[in-house]
């Protein structure tokens, strides 16, 4: 799980899942107020897993005559795993424009 660059604390899943969910936000440290932006790494994670996730669907409904309840059930677990997993997988940086210089 990422940490904060400033002071070491690390951010909960919570935390990281709230300053993603809407438009990649910064992300603040409560110990120490620095602010943390997302990378292209963590844009490219999102980017993937959307594809991904759109491509199977894409797939389902044109290869593989499965039942709908599979289908979404599938979708289901797949969407777990992600929201599940992205915290981890997320990478943070020092914003650039921080006034709390403390290193
Ligand atoms: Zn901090």
Known sequence: MQKCTCCGQSFSW???????????????CKNCGTEHTVTFWTRLIMGVFIATLL?????????YH?????????VCVYLVL???LF?????????K???NEHS
């Open 55 to 63: 491509t199977m669907i894409n797939v389902f409904l044109n290869r």
């Open 97 to 99: 424009n921080n006034t």
């Open 14 to 28: 919570k935390e990281v899942w709230k300053a993603n969910a809407f438009l990649y936000s910064p992300l603040t």
């Open 82 to 84: 992600m929201i599940v």
């Open 66 to 74: 499965l039942a709908v309840r599979y289908q979404i059930i599938f």
């Open 87 to 95: 915290p981890y997988l997320a990478r943070y940086k020092r914003s």
